[in-house]
Each structure stands twice: as C-alpha cells, then as structure tokens.
Nanobody
C-alpha cells in the first residue's frame, strides 16, 4: 500500500511563494512518474506538473515559469516550488504517483489572497 502525504500549504499574498512537499511511503518517485494536481472550488481537478523517473518535467501553461517540480530520491520526497503566486492559484493541491495505477495524497490547501 502506497501512502502519499502532502504538506506546506497555507495562506500567502499575491506575488508570494510556497513550497509544497509530498512524502511517499516507499522509494517510488525514483521509479515512477509523479505529479501535482490542483482543484479549485467548483472546478475539475487539473494537472499542474509532472516529473518522470528520468527527471523530465512538464507543466501546465498556467504555471510555466513560476512553478518548479522536483524530487529527492534519498528522502522519498517530491516538491512543488511555487513563486509569483496569483489568486487563481488558490486550490487544494494533490500529489499523485502513477505506481500500480495511481495513488493520491489527501491534499493541502493553498490560498492566495491579500
């Protein structure tokens, strides 16, 4: 059973930064593609960024140049560095691993507001 636990969300002013973390119960990030999704109130969950086992990354157009996905295999951790945050980035952020069909974390709330 894979467990993913997100942390690092919170309230930040527009233009600010946050770093989200995703802790995995095993060394899965080294082997399987993983990523971050987000879901804003009343909207569908959307893909934010992905990182493959070879560290290739992909980003949604809305976050390119502002967000950076990374991972630390030794710590079984994945991160999402979010800079220049905008109110429209407000959402619950989820990490996902594509191991065995897919596992999700419980989500962490990010609120961008003055």
């Amino acid at each position: 059973q894979v467990q993913l636990v997100e942390s690092g969300g919170g309230l930040v002013q527009p233009g600010g930064s946050l770093r989200l973390s995703c802790a995995a119960s095993g060394n899965i990030f080294k082997v399987y593609t993983a990523g971050w999704y987000r879901q804003a109130p009343g909207k569908q969950r959307e893909l934010v960024a992905t990182i493959t086992s070879s560290r290739a990354t992909n980003y949604a157009d809305s976050v390119k140049g502002r967000f950076t996905i990374s991972r630390d295999n030794a710590k079984n951790m994945m991160y999402l560095q979010m800079n220049s945050l905008k109110p429209e980035d407000t959402a619950v952020y989820y990490c996902k691993s594509w191991v065995a069909g897919g596992y999700w974390g419980q989500g962490t709330q990010v609120t961008v507001s003055s």
